[in-house]
């Protein structure tokens, strides 16, 4: 626990007198030392030329400002050599030559600048009875000198955004030290590649699949080792494979969803059904333009001007065989859902009075309102005079969902979804060898059997040949890039460096960065990021 006392420095400093007024207290104080070091030559002189007043600011008391008035002396140098005839005691511990404020006031302004930033922490300071301008905090944080550590032997990098999809940094943290290094005002290859320039020393760099970063560790650090992320890694197959099944969306409907329960009740909406029905014939008719310009031999770029829309939706209807089709959202859950077989026969027995019918199940210990109950004989009525067909079974699984449970590790897959595994690798071809690729790809990535590059080596090129041998067109592009940065992928299955820790780091950035309102320039962000890591 801190040892506060009156004064910044009782051993150096003798209290006078302390005289208080109604709204500030004034210290009168005086140095004991009984000689001065020169801060020229360094020697020690005994000899009093003068004296003089300093005034200084020192912490409040209770909310009440103190000032001290602190009286110095000058002395003779007693060596004939030095440049300095004449010098002032220095006070070393209590204040800083020339300053208007003590070092332990200087220390609440540096905490409270970098933990609040400049209004914030005027504003915390003022209730604690000193007076700043937060310009005055701002200058405090960027005088201060950070960074200039050891160069991180195991360096990750990753980019993070000022102004999402507009601005981007680059963050760099050290693996073995747990601790973030620096931080960069961009995330280009040449100002990394600078950066690894100015701190030689790094062996290993674990990034994401990003070819701006590799580019900059071939130039700068040739003989660093560069581990690619496994997560990024896993969620690039995982998008890869997410194309495959929207080929496929058809056949994927015929595989029941192991989280939606047969709830036929909340899906009788007739506003949400057209709603639907006009989606799928929009999507159709983009569907079928995009087709029918392809082939009279316009490229992509040209289809989607004249249809006045994004290029990568040109690109994504014209790799699938038919329409896509999107999955209703329905409630996985509602406290309703127990008593639908009740609210059904009792229906089909000729009871209309959702009053009578909410009474019933509210004596089954129903804890819903009345309206949902009303909604539903509302809609049930509806349907009878449409003679809507009846929602016999809820919606197959969707690409989105068939692609996450094949990514979800074995040890915490569900029985509903193990079982969603098995049927995928029968209800198709092309989706029964794109599941037992990926379940092989992502055992390779978590289990490492042996710390041996060239067995990792010869698993990987198994695995590529057999990917290239689907005829699976997606997982063959996968493929080359998985080649292009191969030695990277290696390394991520036999070493153990990944990009959580720099993740956690950029969270902590970014709670950093919206502290200031994200209108704080780099310089100042760098500087409060940086003090938080040491």
């Known amino acids: 626990m801190p040892n506060y006392t009156i004064l910044p420095d009782p051993n150096s400093l003798r209290l006078i007198c302390i005289s208080a007024e109604a709204n500030r207290l004034t210290l009168a104080a005086t140095t004991r030392l009984p000689k001065a070091e020169c801060p020229v030559c360094g020697k020690f002189s005994r000899r009093v030329h003068s004296r003089y007043t300093r005034t200084l600011a020192d912490l409040p008391w209770q909310g009440i400002p103190v000032r001290v008035h602190l009286r110095?002396?000058?002395?003779?140098?007693e060596e004939p050599s030095c440049e300095r005839a004449i010098f002032a005691e220095r006070l070393h511990g209590v204040v800083s030559h020339y300053a208007r404020r003590t070092n332990r006031l200087d220390e609440w302004f540096t905490h409270v600048s970098f933990a609040l930033g400049g209004e914030a922490g005027a504003r915390l300071l003022h209730e604690l009875g000193v007076t700043v301008c937060g310009e005055t905090l701002l200058k405090r944080i960027r005088s201060l000198h950070l960074g200039g550590g050891s160069t991180p032997r195991v360096l990750s990098v990753d980019d993070f955004s000022f102004r999402r999809g507009r601005r981007w940094g680059t963050v760099l943290v050290d693996l073995e030290r747990h601790s973030l290094v620096d931080i960069l005002p961009d995330r280009s290859a040449d100002t990394f590649a600078t950066w690894l320039r100015d701190h030689p020393g790094v062996e290993v760099v674990s990034r994401d699949r990003s070819g701006e970063y590799a580019d900059a560790v071939r130039r700068a650090a040739p003989g660093s080792v560069q581990v690619a992320d496994r997560f990024h890694l896993l969620k690039n197959l995982k998008d890869v494979i997410l194309r495959v099944f929207k080929r496929h969306s058809?056949?994927?409907?015929?595989?029941?969803d192991p989280g939606q329960s047969l709830q036929p009740l909340p899906r009788l909406r007739l506003d949400r059904e057209a709603s639907r029905q006009r989606t799928r014939q929009q999507m159709r008719i983009l569907f079928e333009s995009i087709h029918a310009l392809l082939q009279q031999g316009m490229n992509k770029s040209a289809i989607a001007r004249t249809l006045g829309v994004h290029r990568h939706t040109v690109q994504k209807y014209s790799a699938l065989d038919a329409p896509p089709r999107r999955k209703p959202y329905i409630r996985k859950r509602s406290a309703l859902a127990p008593y639908e077989a009740y609210i059904l026969k009792r229906w089909r027995d000729g009871c209309r009075n959702a009053r009578q019918i909410w009474r019933e199940i509210v004596e089954q210990v129903y804890p819903g309102a009345y309206r949902n109950v009303a909604r539903i004989t509302e809609c049930l009525k509806k349907r009878e005079r449409t003679r809507e067909p009846w929602p016999d079974a809820p919606p197959g699984l969707s690409s989105l969902q068939a692609a996450g449970v094949l990514v979800v590790r074995?040890?915490?897959?569900?029985?509903?979804?193990?079982?969603?595994?098995?049927?995928l690798k029968r209800v198709h071809g092309s989706i029964g060898r794109s599941a037992c690729l990926v379940e092989a790809f992502a055992r390779?990535?978590?289990?490492?059997?042996d710390d041996c590059a060239e067995k990792a080596r010869e698993r990987l090129e198994s695995w590529m040949a057999g990917a290239e041998d689907s005829g699976i067109p997606e997982l063959r592009a996968f493929v080359v890039k998985l080649r292009q940065d191969l030695e990277a992928v290696l390394a991520a299955i036999v070493l153990p460096y990944s990009q959580g820790q720099t993740e956690g780091q950029i969270n902590k950035l970014k709670l950093i960065?919206?502290?200031m309102y994200g209108r704080g320039k780099f310089d100042l962000l760098r500087q409060r990021v940086l003090y938080a890591a040491n």
Do not use: A, D, Y
Not at 72 to 77: A, E
Not at 250 to 256: A, F, R, S
């Open 72 to 77: 110095v002396r000058r002395f003779f140098c």
């Open 250 to 256: 058809e056949v994927l409907e015929h595989v029941p």
């Open 410 to 423: 074995p040890g915490k897959r569900r029985e509903e979804e193990q079982l969603v595994i098995e049927q």
């Open 444 to 449: 390779m990535l978590r289990e490492k059997k």
């Open 513 to 515: 960065k919206r502290s």
